[in-house]
């Protein structure tokens, strides 16, 4: 079993800071590309940031050079570091994470976070 646990969400003003974490556990052989993504209430939900297993990034054009996707490799964890934040960021924001389980690491899948509150107040 796998799971993923986000931390960091909550209330900032417009033009403040907010740092998210996840963090995957269990029997995990390797993973792949983790990324966040957001939902915001009526919304579809978006892709925010990915990153591959060897740094490779992909943002959103709407938080290029605000938002930075990082990952520590040996603590299976990724971040989320958003800055110049904006009323329009506010969402639940999702970690997932492609994860390779399995003596050989075979059995691949997609996992997703229970989402953590980012409100953003102008």
């Known amino acids: 079993q796998v799971q993923l646990v986000e931390s960091g969400g909550g209330l900032v003003q417009a033009g403040g800071s907010l740092r998210l974490s996840c963090a995957a556990s269990?029997?995990?052989?390797?993973?792949?590309?983790m990324g966040w993504y957001r939902q915001a209430p009526g919304k579809q939900r978006e892709l925010v940031a990915t990153i591959t297993s060897g740094g490779t990034t992909n943002y959103a054009d709407s938080v290029k050079g605000r938002f930075t996707i990082s990952r520590d490799n040996a603590k299976n964890t990724v971040y989320l570091q958003m800055n110049s934040l904006k009323p329009e960021d506010t969402a639940v924001y999702y970690c997932?994470?492609?994860?390779?389980?399995?003596?050989?690491?075979?059995?691949?899948?997609?996992?997703w976070g229970q989402g953590t509150q980012v409100t953003v107040s102008s």
């Open positions: 997932n994470a492609d994860i390779s389980r399995g003596t050989w690491g075979h059995i691949i899948s997609d996992y």
């Open positions: 269990g029997s995990i052989f390797s993973i792949n590309a």
